[in-house]
């Protein structure tokens, strides 16, 4: 994706529901409009983040903190960028991290104030001073309780069972920079210190990173940015200690079903160690988040949840009932006015979305290792549209050497199937391509004037043009 596109600027925001960040400092920002600028998502892969801090998330916005916002990337002027970005963007949700910029500290450090609803006080003593005798009794006894032989113990797969076993893989991430501070939640992967977290928790300039683990909230430990991929949302930290961290079991989220049992783990709020449930509500959503630089980032196969996640969830652990990981928690929905800051951020309105760990787990393999992530594209800028009874991604321009431009693809082109998977979208050419790997060989089917033709495209890294 270029550098050098100019932002569109955002149109009036449409009434109805925001997506924002869990921790993203943008809640309630406007999203864009329905046709993503240059700069958001394209045929090859999806909008980078950015580095701009997140505290909130929602849905169609990557992370619950603006709502409508893509998350990833900046916008650009028209269409969508080249390289498997989606022209048309949907308004999205918005993050769940901790907020990176001043606005972010609002958004995941806001304060809670408790409040007792006054009332009875004057009945109450005048009813003592009425003369009908003591409404006192000197020797009251509610007795002791139920009995307390029974074992505290609870049933592995019960909620507090798998709360057990997890809240110790997951961590607490506060980040300050220059621009402000912020918190996050993440899960440690690996014994020697690695956590997986979400790239907008840990994006923000000069970014100092420490973590706390829960049930000693109080003691910080540093940690280092391992690898950040913006494109995903995701990131790897690594918590500078000599002790041996507990890891998560990490489960398989292709194995999922509508109406499976989760549990939510993370620090919303900055509230350590919070725990909450609910089902798989929907999968494979596609999202658009706001992104660090204002555009909006579409956010690919999520998982949605009414389980409630709010600004701090973002890089938590989504659960299954066997207690193994299998999403992190990065975006909500929320039901915002639509202005822009902490003041229009809302909390969980129970829809929730989650990044596959399938996903995650192959993004964190990657940037553990080289501290890149990689992501297949064919070099075009698409959109959705229907053409002569074939809806499909419209190509707009292909990339100057890309391997579309070498397969033959031109501007005009419908592509409509992967490998003889269907593709009835931009997102889905996106998805499509992304079930690949960098070196493979795929055939497109597109249709040009009508008529339906074939050709192989070698698949490259959306990052090399």
Known sequence: MSDDVTPSTPPTPPPGPWWSRADADQWGAPAESPTAPYGETTAFGTQPYGSAPYGATTQNAPYAGTPTA???GAPAPTGAPAWGYPTDSIGGPARAAAPKRAGLAAAIGTSLAVALVAGGGAGYVAGRHSGTGSLTDPSASLGTGASTSSSLNRAPDSVAGI??????SVVNISVSSPSGNGTGSGVVIRSDGYVLTNNHVVDAVGAVVTVSFNGAESVEVPASIVGRDPDTDLAVIKVRTTGKLVPAALGQSRSLVVGDPVVAIGSPLGLAGTVTTGIISALNRTVNVPGESGARTPLFNAIQTDAAINPGNSGGALVDAKGQVIGINSAIATLGSGGIGTDAQSGSIGVGFAIPIDEARSVAEELIRTGTATHPAIGVQALTSTQNGHTGALVRAVISGAPAQQAGIAPGDIITAVDGTTVHSVDELIIAIREHKIGQTVTLTYYRNGQK?????????????
């Open 70 to 72: 893509p998350l990833w």
């Open 163 to 168: 709360a057990a076993r997890v809240l110790q």
């Open 453 to 465: 033709q074939t050709a192989k495209v070698t698949l490259e890294d959306n990052k090399g043009n």
